[in-house]
């Protein structure tokens, strides 16, 4: 976590608009929303819009399979120092086959022998987003076993959450009651 506490705070139920509530009405469904949403809606037109992208995001309609998609975004989290994301995202990908050695080999990153050859070049890609914004010739061409739409969603998923990186690091979301903070991911 960069921040130990919140520049923009999480709203509470009885600090929301009817109108913020209404937009949070599906997380509600699921349960207490995350902080992440308390602290979105107070921009109630761009959550709306952050929210239908991220659907997409997380659906099947991208075409990466759920474990890869979580693989994607977990080496995000960890290349932009979120700790919020991480968490949120550790317990997903176990629940989307990740192991726990595997999500620990993420920190590593593409140099742990675990991976197989694809798991490398997804990591090495999402390495090469995060740092340059572009992914090499070299790299591109060892995803070849993914179809141009998979590809495409690799980049979109990890432009995607650089975006909610930025968004959870300068605001200063908190973590919400249920989760921990991964030590290598503090400060």
């Known amino acids: ?15 929301m608009t009817e109108e913020q509530k209404e937009i949070l009405a599906p997380q509600y ?9 308390r602290t979105l809606v107070r921009a109630p037109v761009a959550i709306q819009r952050f929210l239908a992208w991220g659907s ?8 990466l399979p759920a474990r890869d998609r979580e693989l994607v975004i977990l080496r995000t989290g960890f ?22 050695a595997e999500i620990a080999a993420i920190k590593v990153g593409p140099s742990d022998p675990a ?35 998979q590809r495409m969603d690799l980049v979109f998923t990890t ?11 300068s605001f200063g979301v908190q973590l919400d009651d249920d989760l921990t903070i991964d030590p290598d991911l503090l400060g």
């Open 115 to 149: 991976w197989s050859e694809l798991d490398r070049a997804m990591l090495r890609a999402v390495d090469e987003l995060t740092h340059d914004t572009f992914i090499t010739d070299e790299t591109w061409a060892s995803l070849s076993s993914l179809s141009e739409k």
């Open 56 to 63: 997409y995001i997380l659906s099947n309609k991208n075409d």
């Open 159 to 169: 432009g995607q959450y650089t975006q909610v990186c930025m968004m959870l690091n």
């Open 79 to 100: 290349n932009w120092k979120a700790g919020y994301e991480w968490a949120q995202h550790e317990r997903i990908g176990l629940a989307c086959g990740l192991t726990e």
């Open 29 to 37: 469904e699921r349960g207490n929303p995350f902080n992440i949403f």
């Open 1 to 15: 976590m960069r921040l130990s506490k919140a520049r923009i705070g999480a709203l509470s139920d009885s600090e």
